[in-house]
């Protein structure tokens, strides 16, 4: 096999047919989930003008992931994915047009965006261990390090483009205009879905459950995870940055207006510069190529993630947040594209909708548990001191495993170390 790296790797993933309908379907409803993310943190700010609101909503879209996505990843390891991810694109379609709808109206409150950010994430918990999973089935296995960092490379430009036109559609017509654009985003994924080709005859070749109980299903996958010399550090390694220094993402309108004295726009413009650093961290793991290093490179951009969120915390001036804001977003994805590789890289193939719903879980799920947590602190303490005590106890993790990070590399960097 002759590993490619840079455009050329890029060219090739892209060049399979069914990857390249799937991302350019995907990129436009990403584009369109940026939009009401944004939308929906500034529609909360401006209800309640709370950090601890603004925490509360981001764990009720995020934290569901905990509860519902084991479960999700069990339906991934029994049922055909892409008919999985359909059904959770439509009801997904459904929640943003009643977003809109009640918004234009002037009918919506706090509590019903509380109620529909929760319904977004149960349905979220479903549909993400699926579409994870589905991504071997629509590349070989050479190419699905590239593809994984294409994916980030979308989800951020997705992050990027987004809240730019999230922050001219909120200064120019108020919040309802992002909900609707969203909505309709979800037509150009289900179209492209329906085009996919062989994906359920290529879905049949891997690996399932028998069936039984959910239960004993969802057990046996948090115990494999468990029990694997690397990919248990791993998704530790995760949990704890996700729950420590990534809700600096999901409490930002709250930087924006309390921290650094701006409006809509500013709040814009620290999740584009987030989204520009994260679109260059894709696209130089897609350059590198590969899986060898990837453990080690996982801790070290752990670590300069931290860092950053000192930096971004550390003072009101917006000279010093972006350059620090936009080294987070390029190394926390350097860290995610990483750790997903060498998942999907070593884990078995009978437990890999369950493992990635584990992945998704802590993806979600650990910055709404830490959003809820610093946004109930920032009532009392503002909303810088959670975030620098968040990261000194991250480094303190990441201290620990550089010691393990030979085990932990030879458990996954291994071409043979999944069956």
């Known amino acids: 096999m002759t590993d490619l790296s840079g ?42 003008e709370s950090g601890a609101w603004l925490g509360l909503v981001a764990f009720a879209d995020l934290f569901p992931a905990v509860l519902i996505g084991p479960i999700g990843g069990v339906f991934a390891d029994r049922f055909p994915r892409i008919a999985v991810i359909r059904a959770a694109q439509m009801l997904l379609m459904l929640q943003s047009f009643t977003l809109f709808a009640l918004t234009a109206t002037g009918l ?24 994870l999973a589905l991504i071997p089935t629509l590349v070989p296995r ?68 028998a069936g039984g109980s959910v239960l004993r299903d969802l057990f046996d996958g948090v ?11 791993l998704l530790l390694l995760m949990a704890i940055m996700s729950v420590g220094v990534r809700p600096v993402v999901e409490l930002m309108a709250g930087f924006a207006a309390d921290v650094f004295g701006g409006g809509a726009d500013t ?65 926390m994805v350097s860290a995610g594209v990483s750790t997903q590789t060498l998942v999907q890289f070593a884990v078995d193939g009978t437990m890999r909708g369950r493992v990635l719903s584990l992945y998704g879980l802590i993806f979600r799920g650990g910055p709404a548990l830490g959003a809820v947590v610093m946004g109930a602190a920032s009532e009392f303490i503002g909303l810088r001191w959670p975030l620098a005590i968040g990261a000194i106890i991250a480094l303190g993790f990441m201290a620990w495993a550089w010691g393990r990070r030979h085990s932990v590399a030879n458990a996954l960097e291994s071409s043979e170390a999944a069956t």
């Open 7 to 48: 455009l050329a790797a890029i060219r090739r993933t892209l060049g399979h047919r069914n990857f390249r309908i799937f991302v350019a379907g995907n990129g436009v409803s990403l584009i369109g989930t940026w939009v009401q993310r944004i939308a929906i943190g500034w529609l909360t700010w401006e209800l309640t």
């Open 108 to 131: 919506i409150n706090v509590w019903v965006v509380l109620a529909l950010a929760l319904f977004n994430g149960v349905v979220f918990g479903f549909n993400q261990p699926a579409r």
């Open 142 to 209: 050479e190419d699905l390090p590239t593809a994984v960092a294409v994916n980030a490379i979308l989800f951020n430009l997705a992050r990027f483009i987004g809240p730019a036109i999230a922050g001219a559609l909120i200064v120019a017509w108020g919040t309802a205009p992002a909900f609707g654009i969203n909505a309709i985003s979800y037509f150009a994924f289900l179209f492209a879905l329906m085009r996919l080709r062989s994906v359920d005859e290529l879905e049949k070749k891997e690996p399932r459950t």
């Open 223 to 233: 115990n494999y995870a468990a029990r694997h010399p690397g990919i248990g550090i």
């Open 267 to 331: 709040f814009a413009m620290l999740s584009a510069t987030l989204g520009l650093g994260a679109i260059a961290g894709g696209f130089w793991m897609a350059h590198r190529g590969g899986q060898n290093g990837l453990a080690v490179l996982v801790l070290v951009s752990m670590a300069v993630a931290s860092f950053a969120t000192f930096g971004f915390v550390a003072g009101t001036s917006l000279v010093l947040a972006m350059p620090c804001i936009a080294i987070f977003g390029f190394v």
